[in-house]
Structures are given as C-alpha cells and as structure tokens.
Nanobody
C-alpha cells in the first residue's frame, strides 16, 4: 500500500532551521514527482516546492533562497531543508507524490508534520 510518512517538524525560533523528511513506501519512488505543500490555519493548502526524479526543482516565491528540496531515490525519501524561518512559515507541511502514467493521474499525500514558531 502506498504511504508517505513525514517527520522533522517541531518548534522553531525566527531565523532558525528545520529539516523535514518524507519516507515513501509501496510506490516506485523514482517515477513520481515529489512535492511539499503547507497549510496555515485558516488558509488554503499551498505548494512550497517540487522536485522531479531528474530535472530542476521549483519553489514558491515566498520560500526561494531559504528552502531547498532534495530527494534520495535510493532511500525513497524527499527532504525539505528550511533555513531563515519566519513566523509566516508556521503551517502543517505535507509531502505529496504525483505522477501521470498512461493517462491515469496518481496523487499520494502524507499525514503532515507541524512547524510552529516559539515566542
């Protein structure tokens, strides 16, 4: 059964760093475009970054220069390194795997991991 499990969230102070991880199982990881989304309280879920198996990653303007997405196909894991964190980065961060094959689109979501700023 396809599954994504995020980890690495927690409390952080402004200017701090966190590294999120997402471990995939039950899928052919290298065939999926991996992505991180986030959803702040009262807001819609928004795309943070994407990374294909081979090719360039893309970022939301709000995180460019601060966040880095990477993947390790041997470990079936995607990462999100978050630096220079700001209070507005507070959200639940979700891992997503997506692909379209033979006209069929598949989307898999993780359960989310919370990133919260401490005062």
């Amino acid at each position: 059964q396809a599954q994504l499990v995020e980890s690495g969230g927690g409390l952080v102070q402004p200017g701090g760093s966190l590294r999120l991880s997402c471990a995939a199982s039950g899928i052919i990881f290298s065939t999926y475009i991996m992505a991180w989304y986030r959803q702040a309280p009262g807001s819609l879920r928004e795309l943070v970054a994407t990374i294909p198996s081979g090719g360039n990653s893309n970022y939301a303007d709000s995180v460019k220069g601060r966040f880095t997405i990477s993947r390790d196909n041997a470990k079936n894991t995607v990462y999100l390194q978050m630096n220079s964190l700001k209070p507005e980065d507070t959200a639940v961060y979700y891992c997503n795997a997506g692909r379209t094959r033979f006209g069929v689109t598949s989307q898999i979501w993780g359960q989310g991991t919370q990133v919260t700023f401490s005062s």
